[in-house]
């Protein structure tokens, strides 16, 4: 991908609309019911008969959190008892021994992830635990490329905490921080100081954290140019491995916690367009490449090292450097990408806990991938990771003729590539530095389903 990237204001005005982020193709609103736990072990079984040495990836949802951060529109479940986590962890180990008994132990867990809510709202010893239990059921890897991290709130880190993860096997962590400014950080119900955060990026350096990841939203109620850029300027100064900037969505009738936030704070349109702007002149003045769909790197990090050498992908993670693995998710809400079929977890609490106590893999919904979905998946795939798509390699991977197969997608393609958002030359489509930041608007137009009523 081409390293430049140009902000043209107009074309953001013009393109960006709301679509899916691509961490996964089809997308989670064309998972139904009638994929459940029998297809979830079916395709396991196909996974160890077609690649038994093929490594695993496995994402923990942690749900809690101990205070509402009215922006967010994750599941999460606000609480201050230690116990609920603790009733949690003892049918997350549950799950842990039915899932693994899914794969051959052979099958090497060569990427770890602890996502939530707020993984750190479990104690010390409860984490220690977690991870000795995937250790006694799955077969983790201990080689020094293995990538082990998790999702950290540093407002609740104490002394020792970044050092004990160390220790029990973590080497990457991510921070939400969002916005420094404390104008922001009361509207979003988030009062985090830049001592409690740096101090927690200190000593991820100290105990030898391979990677730390910032979480950073623009568009948020009372944000100003000068606020966000010192929020952005004192990161920097810390050098953190990669930055992600989230655009915030204002939806509240989908997300409760977001109805205490006042529409009349949020910065309009153009204001919002000012601050991403912001963020990618600093961020990029500083050395950090933009990655994609909201990601910047240091030129030494894993992913932009995996993107020069073709290899990055997306999952329900972001961007990855893990492309060989069957992905498996536990806990409340999580998704499984196993072999050509995708499979989700209960979103409810109550329903995750009555398949776990009844010994059954918690199996929600979940899509079997059509031949078509695997190709548009990998056209997708290329152009989210690498920001082109090469046609003669597809074609050869597919056994098919591309402009016949996307004669549609290529139609739909056409204003952009008038726009100078999108360059063909010869056998490749790529993107131009004007349309880096619009990847997913170029991916739609290979999206079957976008635009199309979902299936339950």
Same mark, same amino acid.
């Not at 008892?81 to 052979?106: M, N, Q, S, T, V």
């Not at 090497?108 to 707020?118: A, D, P």
């Not at 030359?425 to 004007?434: A, C, D, L, M, Q």
């Not at 170029?442 to 999206?447: G, L, N, S």
């Given at each position: ?9 107009? $074309?953001?005005?013009? #393109? ?26 079916? #395709?396991?079984?196909?996974?160890? @008969? ?9 994402? %923990?949802?942690?749900? #809690? ?30 799950? =842990? ?11 090497? %867990? %060569? ?40 999702? $950290? ?23 939400? =921080? ?18 409690? !955060? ?25 944000? !100003? ?5 010192? !929020? ?13 900037? /989230? ?27 000012? *601050? ?11 050395? /950090?490449? #933009? ?6 790197? *240091? ?19 972001? /961007? ?9 998710? *536990?806990? %409340?809400?999580? =998704? ?35 031949? @078509?979905?695997?190709?548009?998946? @990998? ?39 008038? @726009? ?37």
């Amino acid at each position: 991908m081409d390293a430049a990237t140009r902000f043209d204001a107009d $074309l953001l005005r013009r #393109y960006d609309r709301p679509g899916p982020r691509y961490t996964s193709y089809p997308t989670a609103p064309q998972f139904n019911s009638a994929f459940g736990e029998a297809q979830l072990r079916a #395709y396991a079984r196909q996974s160890n @008969d077609a690649a038994s040495e093929r490594p695993l990836s496995l994402y %923990v949802h942690i749900p #809690y959190c101990r205070t509402p951060c009215f922006y967010c529109g994750c599941n999460r479940l606000i609480t201050r008892d230690p116990e609920k986590g603790a009733r949690y962890l003892e049918r997350l180990r549950h799950e =842990i021994a039915l899932a693994a008994a899914l794969f051959e132990h052979r099958r090497e %867990v %060569v990427q770890l992830h602890l996502g939530g809510g707020t993984p750190n709202f479990l104690r010390g010893e409860e984490l220690e635990s977690l991870v000795a239990a995937v250790r006694g059921h799955f077969n983790l890897s201990s080689a020094p490329g293995r990538d082990f991290s998790i999702e $950290l709130d540093p407002r609740f880190i104490a002394n020792g905490d970044i050092e004990h993860l160390a220790r029990i096997g973590f080497n990457r962590a991510s921070f939400g =921080i969002q916005d420094f400014a404390p104008d922001v950080q009361q509207a979003i119900n988030r009062g985090q100081s830049v001592e409690q !955060t740096l101090d927690a990026i200190a000593a991820c350096r100290q105990s030898s954290f391979r990677s730390v990841n910032v979480d950073l939203i623009y568009g948020l109620p009372r944000q !100003t140019p000068a606020g966000f850029a010192n !929020t952005l300027d004192t990161l920097i100064a810390v050098r953190p491995d990669r930055f992600a900037i /989230y655009g915030y969505a204002h939806m509240p009738n989908l997300f409760k916690a977001q109805r205490q936030i006042d529409a009349r704070d949020l910065p309009d349109g153009e204001a919002k367009l000012r *601050l991403l702007q912001l963020a990618i002149e600093r961020l990029t003045a500083a050395g /950090y490449r #933009y990655i994609g769909m909201d990601h910047f790197a *240091l030129p030494e990090d894993e992913l932009s090292k995996a993107q020069d050498a073709g290899t990055l992908q997306r999952n329900f993670m972001g /961007y990855t450097t893990h492309a060989e693995c069957d992905l498996l998710g *536990l806990g %409340v809400s999580a =998704i499984s990408h196993v072999g050509h079929s995708f499979s989700q977890n209960a979103r409810d609490l109550s329903d995750w806990e009555a398949a776990i106590d009844q010994d059954r893999l918690p199996v929600w919904r979940g899509l079997e991938l059509s031949s @078509d979905d695997v190709i548009r998946a @990998d056209v997708i795939q290329q152009w989210m990771c690498l920001g082109y798509i090469d046609i003669g390699a597809v074609e050869r991977r597919h056994a098919i003729d591309f402009l016949s197969y996307f004669g549609e997608a290529l139609r739909r393609l056409s204003p952009l590539i008038s @726009d100078g958002l999108v360059s063909v030359v010869g056998s490749f489509i790529s993107v131009t530095p004007r349309g880096r930041l619009l990847l997913r608007s170029v991916a739609t137009c290979f999206d079957r389903y976008f635009g199309t009523p979902t299936v339950n």
